[in-house]
């Protein structure tokens, strides 16, 4: 589901779902001093995400994350891997092991990217597998057996949805789950074009424009899991490591902090009861995503602010 989706849900729920919400958000907002909003920050598409602006290296993308990891004291952060990029671009050996190094995991997108849903699952699984040496290699001894399904397709159909599962599980991995996301991935291929052109009125637009995404996604959500559960489940935020990730991660760390987040890591994250539907396979109904949740229970999604993102981002700096 992409942020349009979100959005049409959300005007099409408006209207019925916002007396309700109300309501909970007044319950769940005399809860919130004292819990925190748990929030598990996982990057795809290590070693190299999208273009990168004029100068920037990959290795320089993933020291300037990790800086903002330690400083925020973000503690241990799953970044999942695509390994032929280091083929693709050889330059980009050596983030891994600079992840490693800064104490943060590592876990499989796959070795292509590939789409589960225009794909056989054999096909799918044998490029999971293709990836594993090179997650053996730097995860010795340690738990790398998550999977984030590449463009979160978890098959086109309810069979293929429970038999990639199945499989999944037989392998003995845990899926890394998506609840919280703003559709970073799109600010990082205009930042590239920005600053080719030295456009820098542009990269302010981009900068503001990310950070309000960010924040009306965290409300959105939140808004969301007390409507349906009268509490913040833990979030598990995808984000991408792309090179306007890394300029911007301090400050959207400092966002989420100054909202009352606290980050987690994956595995105590998906501790809580929401994410136990993890492996179940019989059928459709599983909601793995709050939005989904919604849909099964027949709950209207809350008021969402208009989102500024595909078409907006695609005609800068062209
Ligand atoms: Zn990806």
Known sequence: MGLGDVARRARAGLVAGWTASLAVLAVAGAAQAAAPVKMALT???????????????????AGRLLAAFHDAKTGPVYGFIN?????REPDSIGVLSLWRAAGHPLGNHTWTHINLNTNSLADWEADLVRNEPLLEQHMAGQDWRWVRYPFLSEGETPEKHAAARKALKARGYRIASVTM??????????????????????????????????????????ALSAKLYGRDIPYVLLMHAGAFDARMMPRLLKLYQDNGVSFVGLREAERDR?????????????????????????????????????????KMCR
């Open 83 to 87: 390994g032929v990029q280091e083929e």
């Open 181 to 222: 996301s703003f559709g970073d991935y799109a600010w990082n291929e205009p930042y590239a074009r920005c600053m080719a052109k030295g456009d820098m009125a542009a990269v302010t637009v981009l900068e503001a424009s990310y950070l309000k995404a960010a924040k009306d996604s965290l409300d959105f959500e939140r």
């Open 43 to 61: 990057f795809d598409d290590l070693p190299a995400h999208a273009p990168l602006p004029p100068g920037v290296t990959r290795i320089e993308v």
């Open 274 to 314: 929401f994410y136990a539907a993890d492996f179940k396979t019989e059928a459709t109904a599983v909601p793995t995503t709050l939005e989904e949740a919604a849909k099964v229970k027949g709950v209207a999604l809350p008021a969402q602010a208009p989102p500024w993102g595909g078409a907006e981002l695609d």
